[in-house]
């Protein structure tokens, strides 16, 4: 599975150097990082992952009875496309919350892991949210650690 993920990413890239505008993997590609994040296996993943839609309400994956929301940015190297906007959860239908942060070439470069009260306590009524601000829930993974 991990070469269908390099393959994946290979061919975004190739599609981004050639039309200019990566094509939107990021993620799907981040539902199965923060799949293997937590621990849960390939083979599991793919299993809990049949019959599951793109657009399903509340979570995006299911593993040892814990369901997890996942959001990621990945910046496209371009001028003005740091990352200073991080998605919101739209609902609390979940029980963690993981943000990931990715490089231009789709590595994680830092994961961060909260629980629906927290985060829901920490940015309920905030009107924007910050790579800053997600950094304040448990690190998963940092830029100097590697997966």
């Known amino acids: 599975m991990n070469d269908l993920r390099r ?3 290979d061919i975004a890239l190739r599609w981004e ?3 200019g505008n990566a094509p939107a993997i990021t993620s799907a590609l981040s539902e199965y990082d923060a799949a293997h994040l937590v621990g849960c296996s390939l083979d599991v993943y793919s299993q809990s992952m049949q019959g599951a839609t793109s657009v399903q309400r509340g979570h995006d994956f299911r593993f040892n009875d814990v369901t997890y929301q996942v959001k990621a940015n990945r ?8 990352v200073t906007l991080v998605p919101r959860a739209s609902n609390f239908e979940w029980d963690r919350l993981i943000w990931i942060l990715y ?43 590697s997966i």
């Open 7 to 9: 393959e994946l990413v």
């Open 17 to 19: 150097q050639a039309f």
């Open 75 to 82: 910046p496209s190297g371009k001028k003005g496309s740091a």
């Open 103 to 145: 490089n231009t070439r789709y590595e994680i470069q830092e994961a961060w892991l909260w629980s629906a009260h927290e985060y829901r306590h920490a940015f309920e009524n905030a009107k924007r949210l910050s790579p800053k601000d997600l950094r304040q829930g448990v690190a998963l993974l940092s830029r100097t650690d």
